[in-house]
Structure formats: structure tokens, C-alpha cells
């Protein structure tokens, strides 16, 4: 215990020092490098809700783009037709998504492993058609704008990038918060062994329910950051190669729950489609070729680093 206080104390310092890089970087990079990393932390909430529903909850998923949908388009539709900015749409964004990730996994409660993948898929596939049936309401495939200021005397870089940094702070403190509890503990035992949860009075609906439901209202959250600082949202940015992409940056970030973890999830997912751009028919031998050389490389890191990493020590 006392040889793990200091390595706890130098990773605490270490991640602070990380933070205030990040709250510094605005002053140093250009407009485009603060766009880009705006849409990169948005994306790391978003990976940190398919990797919280895989290790809470033990599945795959390959429709989170629905409910990163649901943040976005929340945003965008409170702000057309009741003229409110991010800072009043952003909590109606979170329980929007709860609220459809229970609708979603009641009804597939009984479901598991590729059973509820092919599930979620469906529901990936299914998105981009039922926002263009609604286009009188969604934009079609114009889209909707999100224009309003979230923090008024800023300027719209700033906003840009810190508030989608401000978000991810917050989902890992909340995450962090979360491992700490009784509830965690519950779903861990759950993941393990369902029959020996059960006998504690712990039932395996519950669990699914509870854990789809934050898994949901985060991808929400990071949907709403997610159109507030690409300043649009359209059924072209929804569709099932989101989801599977997501999918792909949490395993890119081994699943991880710290700041670090999904900021290297979020980067890949961000960064390597801009840098392949060019790259005509060899964009997926190369973008496959990229997630295997992180992939192995990631777990080639020493066992304490990984571990420091994937966010499983407080």
C-alpha cells in the first residue's frame, strides 16, 4: 500500500499536468487544431459510453450512433423552435438519450452478445431513413445549424473547444465517481456471475436497463457537443459506419474510462480519417493497418501502464 501511494500521487500529478496542457493549448494552436481537438473530446465522451456499456455491462454495441443522434438533434431542434443555447439543451440532451437507451433495451432485455449487437445494428441502419421521413422536422438532408453562443463574451473557437473539454472532465468524474459504488459493484457481479447476483437480490434486467440507460444519456451528451461544435447536424453524420467507428475508437482506447484512454480513442477517430483523406482506394487497407499497429502496440505496454491507462485504478 504505501509503494502504491507514490504512484498513485505521481499519475494524479500526471494527469492534472495533462488537464492544464489541454486548457493551454488554445493560446498556441491555430483555429483549425482547436476545431479539430473540439470534435475530438466530443468523440471521446462518445467512445466512453460504448466503453462503459462493454465493461459494465459486458456487450456490444453497434447502434451508440442513434443515441449520439439524439444529443445532436435535441440541441439543434431546441434551439430552432424554442431559441434555447447549449447550456439549457444539453441536461434535455442527457435524459433524451437515457430515456430512448431504456425504451431500446427494455424490450431487449433478454438479449445478448450478437443477438443484441445485430440488434443495435438494426437500429444504426434504420436512423438516417427515419430522420429524412421526418425532414419537415430534421432538416432532411440539409440538416439543422447550431449557432447560438453557449457562454455569450466568448469567442466561438473558444467555445468550440472548451466546452467539449469541460463535458469530457465531467463524464470521467462522473464515471470515476460511479466505480466507487455499491451500483458498480452490483453490475460487476452481474457481468461475472448472474446467478450469484441474483441469489444477492440483484436481477440481470435491472442491471441492463440501468447500465444502457448512462451508457445512452452519455453518447447523448456527446452528440450535443458534438453539433454544437461542428455547428450542424445532419443524417449524413449518422450512420451505421458512425457507430461501427465509435466501436472502433473504444477499442483503440483498450476500453478505457480516464481522460487519457478516450482522448487517444478520440484522436484515432478524429484524426486518421482527415490524414487518409487522400489516400483514394487505400483508405481502408490503411486505416486497418493504423488500428492494428495501435492495438497491438497498446497492449505491448507493460502491464502497470495499460492498467493506468485503461482508468481501472482511482
Known sequence: ?????????LSAAAGLAGLLVLLALP????????????????????ILSVSFLVRYGGEVSIGHGVFVAAGAYTVALLEKYLALSLLFSLPVAA?????LGVL?????????GIYLAVATMALAL?????LLHFSNVTGGYGGLYVNLDALPGVSKDMQRYYMPLAG?????????HFRRSRQAMALLLIRSSAHAAESFGIRRSWARLSCMALSAGIAAVAGALLSFSSSTVSPNSFTLWTSIFL???????????????SVIGGLFLTMVPLLLAGAGDWVPVLYGAALLAVVLGFNALPADLRAR?????S
Open 104 to 112: 431500446f433495451s427494455y424490450p431487449s432485455r433478454h438479449l445478448s
Open 247 to 261: 466501436l472502433v475508437g473504444s477499442v483503440v482506447s483498450l476500453y478505457s474510462l480516464s481522460i487519457a484512454g
Open 168 to 176: 469530457l472532465v465531467a463524464v470521467v468524474l462522473l464515471l470515476r
Open 95 to 99: 435524459v433524451a438519450g437515457a430515456v
Open 309 to 313: 491507462l485503461e482508468g481501472s485504478r
Open 126 to 130: 434504420a436512423l438516417p431513413e427515419v
Open 27 to 46: 493560446l498556441t494552436a491555430g483555429g483549425y487544431w482547436t476545431f479539430t481537438l473540439g470534435l475530438c473530446f466530443a468523440n471521446a465522451i462518445a
Open 1 to 9: 500500500m504505501r509503494a502504491r501511494a507514490p504512484r498513485q500521487r
